[in-house]
């Protein structure tokens, strides 16, 4: 793999937050590897606005109340969770650790976070999900084949994950800009592990003159169709900027998807979260839940399962310090109150 530096075996002194993990990252990780992870897709519009949007994204702080028993506990899917922090399906994860996925795994069991897996993971999910903790969901991409994607259901479900993920926003991707200068290519021995044992499908053969762009799924249904399907509940995601580039940031749509599904519809957001603080404004403008992705990938090849156990332990005590500045003891209390945007606000003067 080539990476610059091997995984520390401690947290390294000047990991001061939870975004510290970024600017460690290319100490430990190979260019070309870090320019597939960092980057996102086009001119990567779409990646700087996920993080423009938390920065204009303000919390307003409250004073005088008790918070003395405060807590980051709640429930979801009919579930008690100790956070609301959730590790998203980043492929390929031996890109940047010998163990990849394996010991993401380890990190979120012991720190009571749910993993969710992905069809791309560099380890297979039967070897993952043991070392994974009670909650853990598996993120799916339908298969050219319906047998391979019935199958990858069924090993999830054997294995013990509690829900399934399916992504419908990258029927069509293209390699990043950012990575193709870098001249990235996976190396022979960082495969898609869960996938190694389906055949090969056959080449479509496709009508004179037809697009092999346009065979894809180009747009997610919306949130209201999808819950009146009998979906358990959404992820707002424009899978980090490296979709369809142009696309608004996930925190800014976030408010009007709430208001389409409703209020006690399980919503969960990705997408450019760094840090406590991002997770509150999330949370705030009606996430129930956050997904956290490049962050995880920096921390594991920082440190390995020791680094992301100790990005997950920051990243809620950053919530924890957010809640209690903000006046509330629990996530129950956050809300749009707690929120301050500029440009909203700019609007209706």
């Not at 519009?45 to 807590?71: S, W």
């Not at 019935?150 to 399934?164: F, P, Q």
Request: with cysteine; hydrophobic share 45%.
């Amino acid at each position: 793999m080539n990476n610059p530096h091997p995984p520390l075996q401690q947290i390294p002194r000047d990991i001061l937050c939870a975004a510290d993990y970024e600017r460690l990252a290319p100490h430990f990780i190979a260019t070309p590897n870090l320019a597939y992870i960092a980057g996102g897709c086009g001119d990567e519009l779409t990646l700087a606005a996920n993080r423009k949007a938390f920065a204009r994204t303000q919390i307003l702080p409250r004073l005088l109340c008790d918070v003395r028993a405060g807590h980051t506990r709640h429930e979801l899917f009919g579930r008690s969770w100790a956070h609301p922090i959730l590790l998203a399906p980043v492929a390929y994860q031996r890109l940047v650790h010998p163990l990849g996925e394996l010991e993401t795994a380890r990190a979120a069991a012991a720190t009571d976070t749910c993993l969710v897996s992905s069809t791309l993971a560099s380890q297979k999910l039967e070897d993952v999900a043991p070392m994974a903790g009670a909650e853990r969901w598996f993120q799916l991409y339908c298969q050219p084949t319906k047998a391979a994607t019935v199958n990858l259901i069924k090993r999830a479900e054997m294995t013990g994950h509690t829900a399934l993920v399916v992504t419908l926003d990258t029927a069509i991707k293209l390699p990043s800009r950012r990575a193709q200068e870098a001249g990235f290519a996976l190396p022979p021995d960082v495969i898609e592990a869960n996938l190694a044992n389906y055949p090969i499908p056959p080449t479509t053969v496709l009508e004179p003159g037809a697009s092999r762009v346009f065979q894809g799924v180009l747009h997610p249904a919306d949130a209201t169709r999808l819950q009146a399907m009998g979906v358990a509940g959404l992820i707002v995601s424009n899978h980090g900027g490296r979709a369809l580039d142009g696309v608004p940031a996930s925190l800014d749509v976030l408010p009007g998807i709430r208001r389409a599904v409703g209020a006690d519809f399980p919503l969960l957001l990705d997408s450019g979260v760094r840090s406590g603080s991002d997770i509150f404004k999330a949370l705030a403008l009606g996430a129930d839940a956050v997904l956290i992705g490049r962050l995880q990938v920096y921390a594991l090849a920082v440190a390995g399962a020791l680094g992301v156990a100790h990005l997950l332990k920051t990243l809620r005590e950053e919530l924890e310090v957010c809640m209690a500045q903000a006046g509330c003891a629990t996530l129950a209390d956050i809300g749009p109150d707690n929120i301050f945007r500029f440009n909203d606000e700019a609007r209706s003067c």
